[in-house]
């Protein structure tokens, strides 16, 4: 699970490192001669570009990941972004450049599209956010990694001061691109396409440490299957007008969070960071040693949210991050409005506190909500998702520096305005999506079917999340909640079944209606509208050992390492 989820985290690392080189390149006074001064159009236009291929292909990368798998997607996207980069090294002419940048988002799109997709799905409802934040971390890595690179190649006098940094994501790259050769398929695409076998074997890797009859396994692969059986009950549909319609307050929440991510500022800062810092009277080499200054306050500021995602919740640290970042941007206008000896230092101090809020909230947080997409949509929701953030990453970079060029200090006023919107966006329209599995998401919008079942660990009447430790990953015991069921229930089965209802969950989720309180002594059993009619208990049954078993002779006798040892042995035997 670890080495997989930091190994994903190269592919929004790209993105990262991507944003961050071009914004300092751009005070590069090499690469400004060898380009012939552009203007701030044609900067604009270079900038954004990325975000036009962006937008279109993660619509693709939709149907992509839903066709081809997780894995494989994020292998040609990785591709795609190589090819991309060669392009940007060897580039003549900026428009050359600016085609290379184009490539290079559609691999972006590819990439941000699929790799949050990947891992919600391979996570831990308890430890969901914490993957998710440390895959963002992953970002700000490549973001500050970038800047340094440039920093580091500035000190040559030569075009080679910024044709190297572009060479090294095409090195980063290559790595990604070979890895996905390692990493495994996620559980909910392989259940969802009947790859049972393969399935349980990554879920127990991934859960149980490689054990495929544990029962946490077990368990995790009954809920997943019970949900694609109850998908295709309904109908199967996996339509973009089906998505729209159906779980309109769901796509809605992941695409709102997505806008006010960008409209909040943050590319502002990311993108032109350098210029920014010269404009308040940091100049050449300065502005960018400013920049990467800023860049690892940002990077530590992405730490605490792992720990604050899955106990304090996701609505808190939006607010907080709204407030932060919204009178920072204020003040930044100010400053600059004011245009006095302490400006330089005033606005690098803004700067730097607004960074930090960003990384700790609008940051990593957007990029998780895809969690309450349903599974069968999960990918075209999560494209329309990434799509909205690119259409307004695209808006955000093309008139940054125009606005900055026509109206200086007030450009500022414009963000700080959206961090308003969105916390009153987020205050009054998400709900709190903490300690709840993707199959349980249903119950916090009301507009799916309950997985409840029993088989869903809530009347099973065994200890299946095992040990009573604090820290247990999946739940701790309780004894006697209801009847002889020691296995504490989760939220959203608390909120459809009434004999589960404690009066101290009360509010957990937004929306969620108030039930009466029905003691523990009566203990009802549930009803048939609570499991679908159709239901086959074996159809959620786990494969077998046997079958695994042989499942893993046949899949080792096709490998190709197991073809070069059965040659290399013929070989011995001849000699």
Partial sequence: MNFTSIFVSLGVFLFGFEQGLMSSLLTNKYFKNYYNNPSPAEVGTMIAILEIGALFSSFEAGKVGDKIGRRKTIRYGSFIFVVGGIIQATSPNIIVLGFGRLVGGVAIG??????????????????????????????????????????????????????????????????????????????????????????????????????????????????????????????????????????????????????????????????????????????????????????????????????????????????????????????????????????????????????????????PIPWMMNEVLPNSVRSKGAAMSTATNWLFNFIVGEMTPILLDLITWRTYLIPGCSCVLSFLCVHYLFPETKGLSLEEMGSVFDDSSSVFSFHSGFNSGSNVYGSTDSDSRHGSMVDGLIGESSVRPSAAQRARNPASMRSEMDGLITGTPTIPHISNTEVLKPVASDVSSVHDDSATDPPSVDAIVEFKKKKDAASWWSRFNSRSADYEALN
């Fill in 110 to 363: 590819f990439l941000t599209t699929i790799i949050p997709c990947y891992q919600l799905e391979i996570s831990p409802p308890s430890d969901r956010g914490f993957y998710a934040c440390l895959e963002f971390t992953g970002n700000i890595v490549g973001y500050a990694t970038s800047i340094w690179v440039d920093y580091a190649f500035s000190f040559l006098e030569s075009n080679w001061s910024w044709r190297l940094p572009l060479w090294v994501q095409v090195v980063m790259g290559s790595l990604l691109f070979l890895g996905t050769y390692v990493i495994v398929e996620t559980p909910r695409w392989l259940l969802d396409h009947d790859e049972d076998i393969e399935g349980m074997i990554v879920i127990s890797d991934l859960y149980a440490d490689g054990d495929v009859e544990d029962e946490v396994a077990k368990l995790e692969f009954r809920q997943i299957k019970e949900n694609v059986l109850i998908a295709r009950v309904e109908g199967g549909e996996r339509s973009y007008k089906y998505m729209l319609t159906r779980y309109t307050k769901r796509v809605s929440v992941a695409c709102f969070s997505q806008m006010f991510a960008q409209m909040n500022g943050i590319n502002i800062i990311s993108y032109y960071a350098p210029m920014i810092f010269e404009s308040a009277g940091w100049y050449g080499r300065s502005a960018i040693l400013m920049t990467g200054i800023n860049s690892l306050v940002y990077l530590a500021s992405t730490v605490p949210p792992w720990y604050l995602v899955d106990g304090w919740g996701r609505k808190p640290l939006l607010l907080s991050g709204a407030v932060v970042m919204g009178v920072s941007l204020f003040l930044i206008a100010y400053s600059l409005f004011l245009n006095d000896t302490y400006t330089p230092q005033v606005v690098v101090g803004l700067v730097i506190i607004f960074n930090a809020a960003f990384g700790a909230s609008w940051g």
